[in-house]
């Protein structure tokens, strides 16, 4: 297997490139006709699918044995937060006009905005203990329990995506379904690995 | 010619080429690069379809308008500035060719509006089908400057060109019992790919009151800048009635019919409880999932306040005096 120092970095590199065009495009003025619903729908998505990857790395592990893949995972997890900011900002620099009252009567009113915050919201405490320190200083039991947030956070966002749109409801039911066969992945590992699952089908 | 070495660089420190052409920081850099690459191709992809150029012909009879543009009078030209054409074309819903607004454009691209025939029946003393070129006889295009504001919250300002729609309904002669008007885009899921999904039920159907469909400001469009409509804009006419929702507006219209009860409109039919018959541009009345009160203009960057009837209340209000607009939404 490659070092994987020099595979993290080539993760970082690919994820930091939609930032990169994004910035580029904006510099000269080519994120098309609406700009700022661009980046704003942009960022979601680059956060959804950042999160979905992330949920992706365990259950790739298992299903083909290479463990290596767990280097990516806590970068992954990273970059959704990140791209999840950044979504967030331009909604409250451009949408809300930096009015943070308007902000909370909007989380308030709107069921979709209440996800979309609720998604961030789940994920900040992951952001903050995926640290090595903070790994060992939880104890790695509770630290996994606590980070199977990620999951309610993924259905979070995807019900806030959900409850944007108008009618074609295509790509938001495409990442319910993805995450769909993440959960059942996980429920039928749990179901055959727990304690005593084998002595219970015996 | 001898060329001497410099004597300031030691042997030692020149870079021994085995290193200099180090495989593996070659190897690493051209990975880095190409996945680099893909990754920014697959980006550009799925963001930014290709866009056709379009470029209609003129308008040949076109009226330019003479009305200034003022505060109160008619409505017909709002003094704001118009957005630009390439906005308008390349940025806009027509589901029946592309659920993405900015994916209509290349969608439409290769629509052809000719021949096209219209059809008008239902409650009137002469129902008749039109080709185009009648159509363009009922009367000639005129300037209008409208304000358009999508029910998703951005805005226009277009200059549309066409004829008022109470011209054509005078001309079939509606009855007295006619106290609706329905209208239906075309059905052709092969010109039309985008109905071949059932994202919405088609054909598309809309319709307006009488009062609403005779009113001065509800026009027939067969153009935009002075340029023939393009086909991503609802090619060769659509339904604009300014104070209303864009969705009202329906576009490639085949046939107009006149009812004595409320026609079905297919956005009522798909979320009865987030778009009504009226539609009516409220920044009182929100749609249930987000906000009416401000939309984004496009060509700016921060909001603004949306205006009861779309800013033509001077014109429109006392078409519904008495009713209750959050109930008629």
Request: glycine share 6%.
């Amino acid at each position: 297997m490659p070092d994987p120092r020099f595979a993290k970095l080539v993760v970082f590199v690919n994820a930091v490139v939609p930032l990169s065009l994004l910035l580029w495009d904006g510099a000269f003025g080519s994120l098309g006709v609406n700009p700022v619903e661009f980046a704003i729908r942009t960022t979601g998505m680059l956060a959804l699918i950042f999160l979905m990857l992330s949920l992706c790395v365990t259950p790739l592990r298992r299903i083909t044995g290479v463990n290596y893949f767990s280097h990516f995972r806590r970068m992954l997890g990273l970059f959704a937060f990140f791209y999840g900011c950044v979504h967030l900002c331009l909604y409250f620099i451009f949408d809300r006009g930096f009015d943070l009252v308007r902000v909370v009567e909007d989380m308030l009113q709107r069921p979709f905005i209440f996800f979309g915050a609720a998604a961030l919201l789940l994920m900040l405490p992951l952001a903050i203990t995926s640290t090595n320190k903070m790994i060992k200083r939880l104890g790695a039991m509770r630290w996994k329990r606590l980070h199977r947030l990620a999951y309610v956070a993924a259905w979070a966002g995807v019900g806030h995506y959900y409850l944007l749109v108008k009618a074609d409801t295509r790509k938001p039911s495409g990442f319910a379904i993805a995450l769909g066969i993440l959960l059942v992945f996980r429920l039928i590992y749990f179901l055959t690995h727990r304690p005593g699952a084998k002595a219970a089908v015996a | 010619m001898l060329i001497r070495k410099p004597d300031d660089i030691p042997d030692k420190e020149i870079t021994p080429l085995k290193d200099y052409l180090n495989r593996r920081n070659f190897l690493r850099a051209g990975v880095l690069a190409s996945t680099s690459l893909a990754t920014g191709w697959v980006y550009r992809k799925l963001n930014f379809p290709k866009q056709p150029v379009t470029q209609q012909a003129e308008l040949a009879d076109l009226v330019v308008a003479t009305t200034q543009p003022s505060a109160g009078g008619n409505g017909f030209i709002v003094n704001e500035p118009q957005t630009p054409y390439d906005s308008i074309t390349h940025y806009n819903n027509f589901y029946e060719f592309s659920t993405d607004k900015e994916g209509v454009a290349p969608a439409a691209a290769n629509f052809v509006t000719r021949p096209w025939t219209v059809s008008i029946a239902g409650l009137v003393r002469k129902p008749v089908t039109f080709d185009l070129d009648d159509l363009r006889k009922i009367a000639p295009p005129e300037e209008r400057v409208y304000r358009m504001r999508c029910v998703e919250a951005w805005s226009m300002v277009i200059p549309w060109d066409g004829f008022s729609l109470s011209k054509l309904l005078e001309r079939v002669q509606p009855l007295s019992s006619a106290k609706f008007v329905g209208f239906q885009t075309l059905l052709d899921p092969r010109r039309m790919p985008n109905q071949q999904t059932d994202v919405l039920p088609w054909p598309y159907v809309e319709g307006l009151r009488m009062d609403e469909a005779m009113h001065p400001l509800t026009i027939l469009a067969t153009g935009i800048y002075g340029r023939a409509l393009p086909p991503q804009d609802g090619a060769p006419l659509r339904l604009v009635a300014p104070w209303k929702y864009g969705f009202k507006g329906i576009k490639s219209i085949v046939k107009i019919s006149l009812f004595a009860d409320k026609p079905p409109t297919t956005w009522n039919v798909a979320g009865p409880n987030e778009y009504g018959f009226y539609a009516n541009v409220n920044p009182l009345v929100d749609h249930p999932r987000w906000s009416q009160a401000t939309e984004q203009r496009i060509g700016d960057y921060f909001r603004r306040k949306t205006l009861m009837f779309n800013g033509y209340g001077e014109q429109v209000a006392s078409l519904y005096a008495g009713m209750d607009l959050r109930r008629n939404y």
